[in-house]
């Protein structure tokens, strides 16, 4: 449990400077984020998505404007609560605490999933029970979409002895954390999802620094 329990205490610490150290604030990435949204807004038009860790609701609201409805969910009350601020006008997005890992509480119905920088917050042994709980939650045939990053310089990180990899992280105070972080190939995500999607496109944007995968889910 520890390895999801350092994530979730991670970002409460951080909530209070998340947005800023995420690049959320800045003028410029704003600019080049533009052709991001298009391409999620596109995706989800007129689909009614249930977003996993949402943080404070920065990729919600701009999913919101193309979605026909989005449930957006977190474990951290202190992200949500930011999450909810941004996104009080759109009268079609609601938010909900809940555990990614078991959803409790969470309606099912969903035609639709989204998830950005969580796929590597997951434990390698918890990813597969994590996508069965998800998709239980949608539609047949609904599609689902993660985005994470790329490999990146500048970090400390070690393996454990469950095959993950541990990343420190120093937040603008001062205070250092170890979180998992991990980094898949395209040859291993498309085997977490054998059985379980069809339709799988993986992407890579290094421009972006980042990768994405769509699918639709089998049952
Ligand atoms: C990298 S942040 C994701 C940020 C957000 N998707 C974005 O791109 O702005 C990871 C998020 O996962 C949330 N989280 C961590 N553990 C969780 C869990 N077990 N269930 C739900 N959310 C969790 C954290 O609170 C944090 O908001």
Redesign the pocket.
């Known amino acids: 449990m520890s390895l999801?329990n350092d994530?979730?205490q991670y970002?409460?610490a951080r909530a209070p400077v998340?947005d800023e150290t995420?690049g959320?604030t800045n003028l410029e990435e704003e600019f080049h984020r533009k052709t991001i949204k298009e391409r999620y807004q596109k995706l989800f038009t007129g689909h009614k998505v249930l977003e996993?860790?949402?943080?404070?609701g920065?990729?919600t609201a701009a999913i919101a404007e193309a979605a026909e409805s989005v449930l957006a969910?977190?474990?951290?009350p202190a992200?949500l609560s930011q999450a909810e601020k941004r996104c009080k006008f759109f009268s079609n997005v609601k938010f909900q605490i809940?555990?990614?890992?078991t959803l409790g509480g969470v309606p099912s119905g969903f035609s639709a999933a989204f998830?950005?920088?969580?796929w590597s917050?997951i434990p390698r042994e918890r990813i597969v029970d994590f996508l069965q709980v998800l998709h239980l939650r949608l539609s047949p045939g609904a599609i689902v979409m993660f985005v994470d990053q790329l490999p990146y310089e500048g970090h400390v990180r070690r393996q454990d002895d469950t095959g993950n990899t541990i990343e420190q992280r120093t937040l603008p105070d001062g205070r250092s954390y170890e979180i998992i972080k991990n980094f898949y190939s395209e040859e291993d995500i498309r085997t977490v999802l054998a059985g379980m999607a069809e339709n799988i496109k993986f992407v890579q944007h290094p421009d972006e620094k980042s990768w994405d995968v769509t699918y639709n889910v089998k049952y």
């Open positions: 999801v994530v979730i970002y409460a998340f995420a959320y996993i860790a949402c943080a404070t920065y990729w969910v977190d474990i951290n992200l809940a555990d990614a890992y998830a950005i920088l969580w917050h």
